[in-house]
């Protein structure tokens, strides 16, 4: 099953990034693969949204709940779709003049063909949603909105794939 912690830090206040990520609603303009959003409900500290998601003439819709913790953290749990699981944290820190962002997701999917093709493709399609992320971002808020001591995009991470 593949799954996925990493550590980045770029030069955007943590509410800047939290404002971004828990904005689901605007998902389907930057984020490769998602091509609707249903938002169900959404308060300060909780959201229900619908994700359909395209791939290689492949289409499902995901529903999950996001749960909101302004301005550190952000949970997302899985309610319905084809994955056996998700969870997905994010954690915004300050760091400096910029945001720690610690991010986590893990998941399985149902069948075990989308899990061969998750595996297949896991890593670069990883990749290209946290690009999609940081060139929002960077869209957003500037290159350097908050400045930074370290590069711009500047990481840890720990990838396990075992699909």
Known sequence: MPRHSETRRLPYTP???FDLVADVGRYGEFLPWVSAVRVRSNSETQMVADLIVGFKGLRETF???????????????????PLKYLRNDWKFRPDGT??????CVDFQFKSRVFEMLAGQVFDR???????????RAA?????????SEGSPGSSRSSAHNAA
Not at 63 to 71: D, E, G, I, N, Y
Not at 98 to 103: E, L, M, P, R, T
Not at 125 to 135: K, S
Not at 139 to 147: E, M, P, V
Request: hydrophobic fraction near 40%.
């Open 15 to 17: 509410e800047q990034m």
């Open 63 to 81: 529903s999950s709940r996001v749960t909101k913790a302004r301005p550190d953290h952000i949970n997302v749990e899985y309610l319905d779709g």
């Open 139 to 147: 869209k957003l808020y500037g290159d350097s909105a908050a400045g």
């Open 98 to 103: 910029g945001v720690a962002i610690d991010f």
């Open 125 to 135: 399609a990883l990749r290209m949603m946290i690009n999609a992320f940081e060139e």
